[in-house]
């Protein structure tokens, strides 16, 4: 059975740091995009940061270029996001997503499975 499971999330003041981990068990990823998704009340969910296994390659969303970090630890299974500087617009809660295949895809619908999220609260 594939679970992925988030640690992390809590609350922080505007400018300050947190890092979410997903530890991913069930089946090899090698072949796969992992990555974080993030949905705010009232709003769609939306891709944030993404990496696909095999090669290292990272996708990450304009809002967050320069401040979020996206790695993978292959001997743990586990995807780690660090995000600096952060915004109040960044609160949501987020979630780690994988699929199988190595293209990206943006639509969360692409996605194959899901953690339970995590909330992120970045107080002004």
């Known amino acids: 059975q594939v679970q992925l499971v988030e640690s992390g999330g809590g609350l922080v003041q505007a400018g300050g740091s947190l890092r979410l981990s997903c530890v991913a068990s069930?089946?090899?990823?090698?072949?796969?995009?992992m990555g974080w998704f993030r949905q705010a009340p009232g709003k769609e969910r939306e891709p944030v940061a993404h990496?696909?296994?095999?090669?290292?390659?990272?996708y990450y969303t304009d809002s967050v270029k320069g401040r979020f970090t996206i790695s993978r630890d292959n001997a743990k299974n586990t995807i780690v996001l660090q995000m600096n500087s952060l915004k109040p617009e960044d609160t949501a809660v987020y979630y780690c997503?994988?699929?199988?295949?190595?293209?990206?895809?943006?639509?969360?619908?692409?996605?194959?499975?899901w953690g339970q999220g995590t909330q992120v609260t970045v107080s002004s």
């Open positions: 997503a994988a699929k199988y295949g190595l293209k990206y895809k943006s639509d969360p619908n692409e996605y194959d499975y």
């Open positions: 069930g089946r090899a990823f090698t072949n796969s995009v």
């Open positions: 990496i696909r296994w095999i090669s290292g390659w990272t």
